[in-house]
């Protein structure tokens, strides 16, 4: 079966630096999919990014990237250039094709943007 | 369109009550889920259907049933609520299913909080 960690319960970052959160899995799939959510206080849920496993280039959305480790099997999320309004909860999640779409998701690391 | 819909968003119930929580969505999506979120648990997925008709189960379901008459709508009922299942329950589409489904991420609902005492 597959699992999720992430090991960073909770996290902070001072506005407008930098910060990395870990996300770790454990499958025996080759090709499969991976995912960031964001949960802010406002509880919904949103996709921050996504990367498939047999694409080497690690993805990139604006002010979010990820380091796609495949052999490591390592999913982290950078966040540059960090906003108040990136207070939230990041939830890491795992894919597998021909899962109907069913994600795995990780505990979730809570993230804190100071001013 | 409205998205993902659901009803309540809060509920509280006694030991033993029964409910049902309801899931619209108006994007004619395949693929539906029930996911609940614990405190240090994340999101664990409870029942799944992919298509009218046609359900299954996830990580968790046990103490919870669904349905899938139509597209639309995809009720999960608790039929004998206990405090393990004070939650937070959260309502997923997409719209197909499979492989493909990376291509077409999930909407979320903004989910029912439900206290059971």
């Known amino acids: 079966a597959q699992t999720v960690t992430q090991s960073q319960p909770e996290m902070s970052v001072q506005e407008a630096e930098t910060v990395t959160l870990s996300c770790t899995y454990d499958?025996?799939?080759?090709?499969?999919?991976l995912f960031w959510y964001k949960q802010p206080p406002s509880r919904q849920m949103i996709l921050v990014i996504r990367?498939?496993?047999?694409?080497?280039q690690n993805a990139t959305e604006n002010r979010f990237s990820v380091n796609f480790q495949k052999a490591a099997k390592s999913f982290s999320l950078k966040i540059s250039d960090s906003q108040l309004g990136d207070t939230a909860m990041y939830f890491c999640?795992?894919?597998?094709?021909?899962?109907?779409?069913?994600?795995?998701f990780g505990k979730g690391t809570k993230l804190s943007v100071k001013p | 369109n409205a998205g993902v819909t659901q009803t309540p968003k809060f509920q509280v119930l006694k030991t033993g009550q029964s409910m049902t929580l309801q899931c619209a969505q108006d994007?004619?999506?395949?693929?539906m889920s029930w996911y609940r979120q614990d405190p240090g648990m994340g999101l664990r997925l409870i029942h799944y259907?992919?298509?009218?008709?046609?359900?299954d189960q996830g990580e968790v379901p046990n103490g919870y049933n669904v349905s899938r008459s139509t597209t639309e709508d995809f009720p999960l009922r608790l039929l004998s609520a206990a405090p393990s299942q004070t939650s937070v329950y959260f309502c997923?589409?997409?719209?197909?299913?499979?492989?493909?489904?990376?291509?077409?991420?999930?909407?979320f609902g903004n989910g029912t909080r439900l206290t059971v005492t």
């Open positions: 997923a589409s997409s719209l197909t299913t499979g492989r493909s489904s990376y291509n077409s991420p999930l909407h």
């Open positions: 499958t025996s799939e080759n090709n499969y999919y």
């Open positions: 990367q498939e496993a047999y694409k080497q």
């Open positions: 999640a795992f894919m597998k094709p021909g899962s109907q779409g069913n994600l795995i």
């Open positions: 994007m004619n999506h395949e693929y």
């Open positions: 259907s992919v298509g009218a008709g046609i359900t």
